[in-house]
């Protein structure tokens, strides 16, 4: 014998009918505000239109959940991506930090062995000048010695020079005295001669 088709359902036909739980199609009827048909004692009795009411709920509703899983999978993923790019900028900043330290170290080295090199030819252009200028002393110091022997000598020659034309004016004086005194002895002599003569003459 054929068995006739159902035409209501309670809720625990829509639940083997669908492949749900129970409370699931509780849970759906409720969320919808599907009332039942009619009751069969304790058991609520609905139309087939409502099962496939609650199948197209049912439907949406796990396309909705497929939505959002997909969503969380594409926002788990897009902030896997963003953490992704987060540390890859952060490995780029510290690759750049240290080649700007590597780089500024560098500059560091060359500035000191710059500095260092600058400090030595300053040294030396120093060293250089002190010399120089110890040269340039013991050049005027010998200089000074030598201008003091020069005047040492001339004022010695000067010295000679005035004791001689001293010595020179004395002999000259002392010869002009005994030129002197020659000529008044022979003036003596002519005076006596000539006295003697006036005498004689006189006598004769």
């Known amino acids: 014998m054929k068995t006739p088709e159902v035409r209501m359902y309670t809720i625990g036909l829509i639940s083997d009918k669908l492949g749900m739980k129970v ?10 505000n599907v009332e039942e048909d009619c009751r069969a004692g304790a ?3 609905f139309d087939p239109k409502v099962v496939a009411l609650i199948e197209r709920e049912l439907k949406a509703r796990n396309e909705r ?4 899983l997909q969503a969380r999978k ?27 330290a590597v780089a500024r170290e560098g500059r560091a080295r060359a500035k000191e062995g710059r500095d260092r090199q600058r400090a030595e030819e300053e040294a030396e252009i120093l060293r250089r000048r002190e010399e120089r200028a110890r ?28 004791e001689s034309d001293r010595q020179m004016a004395l002999a000259k004086e002392e010869k002009a005295r005994a030129k002197e005194e020659k ?10 001669k000539a006295t003697e ?7 004769a």
Do not use: F, P, W
């Open 74 to 100: 594409d926002k788990h993923k897009a902030k896997e991506e963003r953490l992704l790019a987060k540390e890859k900028r952060a490995c780029a900043r510290e690759e750049r930090d240290q080649q700007a």
């Open 43 to 45: 058991a609520r009795v």
């Open 65 to 68: 959940n497929d939505e959002a």
């Open 183 to 192: 000529a008044l002895a022979l003036e003596r002599d002519r005076q006596k």
């Open 23 to 32: 409370h699931q199609v509780e849970y759906i009827l409720k969320s919808l």
């Open 197 to 203: 003569k006036v005498a004689v003459e006189a006598v």
């Open 135 to 162: 040269a340039k002393k013991e050049r005027d110091q010998q200089r000074a010695e030598e201008a003091k022997a020069i005047l040492r000598r001339r004022e010695e020659r000067a010295r000679v020079k005035e």
